[in-house]
């Protein structure tokens, strides 16, 4: 009972993070599974069958309130399914020995990422409306796909920036377009698993867990995201992420180093990590500033 609240905790501060910043629920509970011992197959497969039930809540939600751009649903989205099967039976046929080192290096580079992406400014949308072409959309959803079901997570910090950068949707539409098209990746991740792994390499039981604590935060992460601001969490997610698939890739026979180094690298880390979010917040009170100065004044009766 107290390891499904966990990963029921685990699962709701997953899905905060991933509605407010429109990524990183597969990235920050693979990662959190990983770090509690779950091979990592069986983390993604796991992480995956939980999502059909969180990216179906988040599309519905966003389809609601009109934050879905159907076309680009299909033309991302479909690519990103194939990808995304092809990935989940990758991941499927590496030992747990091999396997382990190349999500944690994926997962990491996904978390270098992160942080950048949001202690980085938002770019522009310059372009907003101008179509997206499926010859930009389709390679994007193959690699976001593929990346998503191997390492684990990947479909948002890829797919979101991404779109982000065209200028060509506005931010609300990219969140909400690519948490819709991510059922899709969902779906055929887990399909490819069962076929990899068989019901044996999933454990229902904490997918039901991270399903439940999802459902709980995704009308909770609307709230939050209007009060917390998104590049703050971003950072702070980015760092979690970094140390501990560094971590694990410091302990593990590819890299195996000893404690002077790893104590070092863990230093060097942390105080990156701490670097970007006190610039974040730096930036953030900045902008919070310059609005307020910018304000009209009403005038005096």
């Known amino acids: 009972m107290r390891a ?30 990983l770090a509690a011992g779950t091979s990592p197959a069986a983390a993604s497969a796991t992480v995956h069958l939980a999502e059909i039930g969180t990216t179906l809540a988040s599309g519905v939600a966003h389809w609601r309130f009109g934050n879905v751009d159907w076309k680009v649903v299909a033309k991302v989205g479909v690519p990103g399914a194939a990808g995304a ?33 949001f202690t980085r400014r938002v770019p522009s949308t310059a372009n907003a409306g101008r179509p997206l072409r499926r010859r930009f959309l389709a390679p994007l ?12 997570g990947g479909w948002g910090p890829v797919g979101t920036p991404a779109l982000l950068a065209s200028g060509r949707m506005e931010p609300r539409k990219v969140i909400g377009t690519i948490d819709t098209s991510e059922f899709l990746v969902a779906v055929a991740a887990s399909l490819g698993f069962l076929a990899g ?93 310059g609005t307020a100065a910018a304000a009209p004044v009403p005038e005096a009766a």
């Not at 039976?89 to 396997?99: D, G, H, Q, V, Y």
């Not at 959803?141 to 684990?152: E, L, M, N, R, T």
């Not at 044996?200 to 909770?220: D, E, K, S, V």
């Open 141 to 152: 959803g193959v690699v976001a796909g593929f990346v998503d079901a191997s390492g684990g």
């Open 197 to 289: 792994l068989g019901t044996a390499g999933i454990n229902a039981g904490q997918a039901a867990a991270l399903l439940l604590g999802g459902l709980i935060a995704a009308p909770i992460a609307a709230w939050l995201v209007r009060h917390l601001p998104p590049a703050v969490l971003g950072s702070a997610v980015g760092g979690v992420i970094i140390v501990t698939n560094a971590r694990t890739l410091l302990n593990g026979d590819w890299i195996d180093a000893g404690a002077p180094v790893r104590y070092t690298a863990y230093a060097v880390l942390y105080a990156i990590w701490a670097a970007a979010v006190g610039y974040s917040v730096r930036r953030y009170r900045a902008e919070r500033r």
């Open 85 to 117: 099967f092809a990935g989940a039976t990758f991941l499927s046929r590496l030992s747990t020995e091999a396997a382990a080192p190349v999500m944690a290096l994926i997962l990491l580079a996904l978390g270098v990422y992160v942080l950048v992406r």
């Open 4 to 33: 499904f609240v966990v990963l029921a905790l685990v699962g709701l501060g997953a899905q905060l993070v991933d509605g407010s910043l429109g990524m990183a629920y597969g990235v920050t509970s693979t990662t959190l599974l």
